[in-house]
């Protein structure tokens, strides 16, 4: 179709301010000079060079944050940019909330610092109608099922782990501008494709699932990004509004940036130089979705006057934890693979020296897993919060065992998953019912914590977490999260209203900044990028998990090395990688050879703690002992018998267990489960140990629980 001219009132009214002439200075409401002071060297290199191209290669805790929020800041000060002529863009909801928030507090509001996707489909809702004349095409909500038709379709039978490798294949081939007829080359070419689906059954299933989508006149979340690129690419008149609008352009993550990316950053930037780029080579980690890190590592060769600037200092772990990453990076040739491995800054650690990291080897993956569990048991028990504690691992898979070993500790976790927090039904619900809450009459009549925990129990949320995992688990940590919120705020300040802490979930909300739970953090690496915690268990890092056994080619096998990387740089202070030698005592397996050259030349082999180590090994082996068959899980074993076989104690005594458990997580303000579990309890009042020396045989009651609550137990247990 025919040009469409756009009218300058009907773009300024959907935020595309006019540009039709070069931005004016603003007036400078801040010294550039004291803007700078709060910035080490390289960083304020970054925040002076105002003028593009400019590469900016941020390892691990160096602040790039910081410094590109800076350079926009110290840019609209000086008066060189105007703030809504400067797009930032990154990958995630969270990181640009976080960006404009920053941006905020420097005095710089209005710069549109957005995600790929959220640019995009900005300007796409825009442009859309005036060019073709109808609305944007609605966007699928979750391509699963229509991938399931087009399978069908083609009687090509799926399960859902197959449906979900085809949906991630059609979504790996449209953001590296590869058609269903050109899949097959290419996959065969990359040593891509599926274990389950041939190459040739791929590609028809992606091209029927694209005539699926065709018919129903539905998008789908690659098919924004197509879109951006189509209206510019092919009409000058859209690129060249879009370009008169945004004038500086600064690319978060650039590492992660897949083809189809870099093809809308270069229609967006046009003819002019004013581009900067944030990334590390060093994170690439997720190549397998379709990212290139050489468009970070190359941007030299493609920019011959571009300024190349490296943030090298880590103000995040310590000298120890540094050490760590550096050495892991340091052999990155062995991997013989390209640019990415090799173009890694070494980091210079500027936090004061902390405990030496620890490597342990483990006879089986149980063994592995309660060593891990002892030793964060131990660093809570030195003083640090459950909640800033991570278990990290490389496949959801490991999982399991270290959910059983923590249970068995009464040690409260969270499993974080891929989904986006705020996304969650039950989180949706949960905010209605709050908001909903705060305009009834009863609003006031109890803290704000006690308001909070009073509407998400009629949602689902104990007081207790409940036990095992699954979608029950999950939806109980996701309510669990949120009075989390409420309890840190009335913390702070005791007046705190349920309005307010309405608002701030609404706020955290609006950034995709979720809120932390109460409890040890289990992860995958891949969804642990970008987070940080002080203590930090990198476990499974042995042969044929990492590096995943499928990873055969050398830069497979460099990426796995950086997922290695981007664990160990999670760790702020504490940092413990772990191995074992067989799933169950086979012991055919050895350490990752990432390790080679790292980790001490003799590890100590884990025995899970000594006296406790035997008592895990016998627990798998535990025995009812009312009716002398095999116990299921951790709270039978804690009580030593099966939940429905007939007990004997006195339900006034578990009464008043739980009457001081519950006065002790009010003055504390824990949940119950953080004082003991129910189950603990019971063995408690079952049990009737009268000294401190039976009090350590109940398994819930450790070291630390025995020095902080033995007294008042025994006294309690003495009564009977």
């Known amino acids: 179709m025919d040009d469409v001219a756009f009218g300058p009132v009907g773009v300024q009214?959907?935020?595309f301010p006019i540009m039709s002439e070069p931005p004016t200075k603003v007036r400078c409401v801040m010294d550039p000079d004291t803007l700078l002071q709060a910035l080490d060297p390289e960083q304020r290199l970054v925040?002076?060079?105002?003028?593009?191209?400019?590469?900016?290669?941020?390892?691990?805790?160096?602040?790039?944050?910081?410094a590109i929020t800076h350079r926009i800041a110290h840019g609209v000060h000086a008066g060189v940019y105007q703030p809504t002529a400067v797009l930032a863009v990154t990958f995630t909801t969270r990181a640009a909330g976080e960006m404009r928030g920053r941006l905020q507090q420097l005095g710089v509001p209005g710069v549109q610092a957005r995600t790929f996707h959220s640019a995009a489909l900005r300007q796409v809702q825009y442009f859309w109608p005036r060019v073709h004349g109808s609305l944007l095409p609605e966007i699928l909500a979750n391509r699963m099922g229509l991938v399931a038709e087009a399978a069908s379709r083609l009687r090509v039978p799926v399960d859902t782990g197959v449906l979900r490798d085809l949906v991630g294949e059609i979504s790996w081939a449209k953001v590296s501008n590869v058609g269903p007829a050109d899949y097959p080359a290419r996959a065969e070419a990359l040593n891509r494709g599926l274990a389950s689906v041939a190459p040739e059954v791929v590609a028809r299933v992606f091209e029927t699932y694209e005539e699926a989508k065709r018919d129903r006149d539905r998008i789908d979340f690659e098919d924004i990004l197509l879109c951006a690129t189509a209206l510019l690419s092919d009409h000058p008149d859209v690129a060249d509004q879009v370009r008169q609008t945004y004038r500086h352009l600064v690319v978060d993550e650039y590492q992660?940036?897949?083809?189809?990316?870099?093809?809308?950053?270069?229609?967006?930037?046009?003819?002019?130089?004013?581009?900067c780029v944030v990334g590390d080579p060093a994170q690439t980690i997720h190549s397998f979705a379709g990212a290139r890190a050489d468009y970070l590592t190359g941007f030299a060769r493609r920019h011959p006057d571009a300024t190349v600037i490296r943030l090298v200092r880590d103000y995040r772990s310590t000298p120890q934890v540094v050490e760590v990453a550096n050495r892991i990076m340091r052999t990155a040739g062995r991997d013989g693979a390209g640019s990415a491995s090799t173009t890694a800054v070494t980091l210079q650690a500027q936090r004061p020296s902390g405990p030496e990291p620890e490597f342990t080897e483990a006879a089986d993956e149980p063994t592995e897993a309660a060593a891990v569990a002892d030793w964060l048991a131990a660093r809570h028990a030195a003083g640090v919060d459950y909640r800033e504690m991570a278990v990290l691992f490389r496949i959801n898979a490991q999982s399991p065992s270290f959910e059983q070993a923590l249970a068995d500790r009464d040690i409260p976790y969270l499993v974080r998953g891929a989904e986006r927090f705020y996304e969650r039904p039950e989180v949706r619900q949960a905010l209605g019912a709050l908001t909903a809450a705060t305009r009834s009459e009863a609003v006031g009549e109890g803290s704000a914590v006690d308001e909070v925990r009073a509407v998400l129990s009629s949602l689902g949320w104990t007081t207790e977490a409940p036990t095992g995992g699954g979608q029950r688990r999950e939806r109980w940590e996701s309510l669990a999260a949120l009075v989390s919120v409420a309890e840190d705020l009335v913390a702070t300040d005791e007046y705190t209203t349920l309005h307010a802490v309405v608002g701030e979930l609404q706020r955290r909300a609006d950034a995709q900044h979720a809120p932390i739970a109460r409890g040890v953090t289990l992860a995958t690496i891949h969804s642990a990028k970008g987070l940080e915690w002080d203590a930090v268990a990198v476990a499974g890092v042995h042969e044929g998990t990492l590096p995943f056994i499928l990873a055969t080619k050398a830069e497979e096998i460099a990426e796995e090395r950086r997922l290695l990387y981007v664990a160990v740089t999670r760790a702020r202070e504490h940092l413990h990688i772990s191995w074992s030698r067989g799933r169950s005592g086979d012991g055919r397996r050895r350490a990752s050879r990432f390790l080679d050259g790292v980790r001490p030349d003799a590890a100590p082999v884990s025995q899970a703690g000594g006296r406790r180590a035997a008592r895990q090994r016998?627990?798998?082996?535990?025995?009812?002992?009312?009716?002398?068959?095999?116990?299921?899980?951790?709270?039978?074993?804690?009580?030593?018998?099966?939940?429905?076989?007939?007990?004997?104690?006195?339900?006034?005594?578990?009464?008043?267990?739980?009457?001081?458990?519950?006065?002790?997580?009010?003055?504390?303000?824990?949940?119950?489960?953080?004082?003991?579990t129910d189950a603990t309890l019971m063995a408690l009042a079952e049990q009737l140990p009268r000294d401190e020396a039976g009090l350590s045989t109940i398994s819930g009651i450790g070291p630390a629980k025995l020095q902080k609550y033995g007294a008042d137990l025994l006294e309690i247990l003495g009564r009977d």
């Open 618 to 676: 016998s627990a798998q082996a535990a025995q009812c002992r009312v009716c002398g068959h095999r116990l299921n899980n951790g709270a039978e074993r804690k009580l030593g018998r099966h939940e429905d076989c007939p007990s004997t104690f006195d339900e006034n005594l578990l009464a008043e267990l739980k009457d001081w458990r519950r006065d002790q997580a009010r003055e504390q303000k824990l949940p119950a489960y953080c004082i003991v």
């Open 256 to 275: 992660d940036v897949s083809p189809l990316q870099e093809a809308l950053v270069t229609l967006w930037l046009g003819e002019r130089r004013d581009l």
């Open 13 to 15: 009214m959907l935020g």
């Open 47 to 66: 925040a002076t060079t105002l003028s593009g191209p400019v590469a900016v290669i941020a390892g691990a805790g160096t602040g790039k944050t910081r």
